[in-house]
Antibody
Framework: EVQLVESGGGLVQPGGSLRLSCAASGFTFSSFEMNWVRQAPGKGLEWISYISRSGSTISYADSVKGRFTISRDNAKNSLYLQMNSLGAEDTAVYYC?????????WGQGTLVTVSS | EIVLTQSPGTLSLSPGERATLSCRASQSISNYLAWYQQKRGQAPRLLIYGASSRATGIPDRFSGSGTGTDFTLTISRLEPEDSAVYSCLQYHSSQRTFGQGTKVEIK
């Protein structure tokens, strides 16, 4: 069974940093592209980052470019999102999502709250 | 950035009725469009990919159509469990984007 489990969310002060993790199981992680998607409270879905199977190709939404860094460790079946210079607008549930045709499997999300 | 505009914002229908949801892209995305269903407190679930292909386990009352810039998700006979927010995703561009969502309410 495909499983994606996010962790690392929590309360952080404005300007702070946080590192999210996504543990993958039930499939060959290194064979799949991965993404991070977030959803602010009461709002729609926002794609924020993509990483290729090897990690050699990466892209970001303009809203996070220069502040967030996506990475992966295929040996550990894990996806990461390093988030720096966080602001209130980054408050959201963060999901990791596997990509085959579109985003076919999603984790349950981890909540990041940016507040003083 | 490719902008996806969904309409209507909210759809209120009775069980057994037909729901028609629209997603319009700001430029051509061929058939690189997916539809998701999201219920309160849950992660999105893939319904349709490639504009018209149903994902595994999705009932055949869900269907997708369109190509280029105009796409439609149709729920042929609404059931109470179809109450949710439906969002479209384009994966034509390296910068993926979602529509803002359509809320489907069952009367």
């Amino acid at each position: 069974e495909v499983q994606l489990v996010e962790s690392g969310g929590g309360l952080v002060q404005p300007g702070g940093s946080l590192r999210l993790s996504c543990a993958a199981s039930g499939f060959t992680f290194s064979s799949f592209e991965m993404n991070w998607v977030r959803q602010a409270p009461g709002k729609g879905l926002e794609w924020i980052s993509y990483i290729s199977r090897s990690g050699s190709t990466i892209s970001y939404a303009d809203s996070v470019k220069g502040r967030f860094t996506i990475s992966r460790d295929n040996a550990k079946n894990s996806l990461y999102l390093q988030m720096n210079s966080l602001g209130a607008e980054d408050t959201a549930v963060y999901y990791c999502a596997r990509a085959t045709v579109a985003f076919d499997y999603w984790g349950q999300g981890t909540l990041v709250t940016v507040s003083s | 950035e490719i902008v996806l505009t969904q309409s209507p914002g909210t759809l209120s229908l009775s069980p057994g009725e037909r729901a028609t949801l629209s997603c319009r892209a700001s430029q051509s995305i061929s058939n690189y469009l997916a539809w998701y269903q999201q219920k309160r407190g849950q992660a999105p679930r893939l319904l349709i990919y490639g504009a018209s292909s149903r994902a595994t386990g999705i009932p055949d009352r869900f269907s997708g159509s369109g190509t280029g810039t105009d796409f439609t998700l149709t729920i042929s006979r609404l059931e109470p469990e179809d109450s949710a927010v439906y969002s479209c995703l384009q994966y034509h561009s390296s910068q993926r984007t979602f529509g803002q969502g359509t809320k489907v309410e069952i009367k």
